[in-house]
C-alpha cells in the first residue's frame, strides 16, 4: 500500500484518499483465514502488522484534518470507518491466527499419541500388562512442541518425541521379557507365591529380584517354623506313647477307624439343674478320650 497523504486548506486541496482507500478495502477483501501452511501464517501476520500501520495513518491522517474545514466532515466519517473495519478484520484475523495455531497443535499432539497407542498394541500380552501411561501422557508432547514456530517445527518435534518414546517402549519391552522368564523359571514350589505376576511385570530388575527373595525368604522362614512345630508334635505324641502305651494305642485305633459323632442333650429346667446334669455327664464321660468337648449353652 501507498502512503496516505491528506493536505486541508479549509477544502481538500490534494488527497490520494480514494485510491488509498480502495487498496486498503482490496487488501481486507482478499484476506485469507483459511490457515493451513507456512505460507499461509506468514502472509496472514505480515497484514497484520499491515493493518496497524493502516490504522495507524488514518488516524494521523484524520488529527492533521481535524478542525480545518465544515466541507471534509464526510472525509472524517469516512476515514473513522474504513480505520474501524481494518481495525476488525485485523482483531479477527489475528484471532484466527491464535485459533487456528492452537487447532494444528492438539491435531499433531493427537497424531503423536495415536502412533504410541499403536505401537504399544503391537507389543507382547505381557507387555500390555503393565502401565503404559507413561507414554501416552499427553503433557510430554506438549512439552516436545513448546516454542517450535511453523507446520514442519511441530512435525520434527512430534517425530522426534515418537522417536524417543517408541525406544522407551522398546527398552521397556525387554524388561517385561525378562520378568516374565524370570518369574516362570521359579521352582514349582514357590510359584503359588508368585499368583499376582502381572503386577510385577513392570518392576525394574533390581526391584524383581528384591521382591522375588523377600517372598521366598518369608515361605522359608514359614515353612521352617511349621516343621519345628510338626517335630513339636511328633516328640509330644512319642512322650505320651512312652508314658501311656495302652491309651496311646487306643487313641490311634480310634482315630484311624472312628467317625466323628455328636450328641445332643436338649434340657427344659433351670439354671441350677442344667448346671447339675453338665457336672454329672462331664463326670462320667469327660476322661473318655472319645468325648473332645462336652459344653453347657443356655438356648435363647
Known amino acids: 500500500m501507498n502512503q496516505l497523504i491528506i493536505k486541508l486548506t479549509g477544502t481538500v486541496n490534494s488527497s490520494n484518499f480514494d485510491e488509498w482507500k480502495k487498496d486498503l478495502i482490496d487488501q481486507i477483501q482478499s484476506t485469507n483465514t483459511e490457515l493451513s501452511t507456512d505460507d499461509d501464517f506468514v502472509k496472514a501476520e505480515n497484514q497484520v502488522k499491515s493493518f496497524k500501520i493502516a490504522e495507524k495513518s488514518l488516524k494521523q491522517a484524520k488529527q492533521s484534518a481535524i478542525d480545518q474545514a465544515e466541507e471534509i466532515q464526510h472525509l472524517f466519517s469516512a476515514i473513522d470507518e474504513i480505520t474501524e473495519e481494518a481495525r476488525q478484520t485485523r482483531l479477527s484475523l489475528e484471532r484466527q491466527i491464535k485459533s487456528r495455531k492452537l487447532e494444528i497443535k492438539d491435531q499433531y499432539i493427537r ?30 508432547f506438549e512439552s516436545a512442541i513448546r516454542g517450535k514456530a511453523g507446520i514442519k517445527g511441530l512435525q520434527v518435534a512430534i517425530d522426534n518425541i515418537c522417536s524417543y518414546i517408541r525406544n522407551e517402549i522398546s527398552v521397556k519391552s525387554v524388561e517385561v521379557r525378562n520378568n516374565k522368564t524370570k518369574i516362570d523359571s521359579l521352582p514349582e514350589n514357590y510359584k503359588l507365591l508368585f499368583q499376582d505376576w502381572k503386577t510385577l511385570l513392570g518392576l525394574s530388575q533390581n526391584e524383581l529380584d528384591l521382591v522375588i527373595d523377600k517372598r521366598i525368604a518369608k515361605y522359608n522362614e514359614q515353612a521352617a517354623q511349621d516343621e519345628v512345630e510338626k517335630q513339636k508334635r511328633i516328640l509330644n505324641k512319642i512322650e505320651e506313647i512312652e508314658l501311656n502305651p495302652e491309651k496311646a494305642a487306643v487313641n490311634e485305633i480310634e482315630e484311624s477307624s472312628c467317625e466323628k459323632y455328636r450328641i445332643f442333650i436338649d434340657l427344659l429346667s433351670t439354671k441350677d439343674t442344667a448346671q447339675q446334669i453338665a457336672r454329672k455327664v462331664k463326670d462320667n464321660y469327660g476322661n473318655n478320650p472319645s468325648v473332645s468337648e462336652i459344653k453347657l449353652i443356655r438356648k435363647s
Open 111 to 140: 497424531s503423536g499419541i495415536e502412533q504410541i497407542h499403536t505401537f504399544i498394541d503391537d507389543q507382547t500380552e505381557e507387555f500390555k500388562c503393565i502401565d503404559t501411561s507413561i507414554y501416552l501422557d499427553r503433557s510430554r
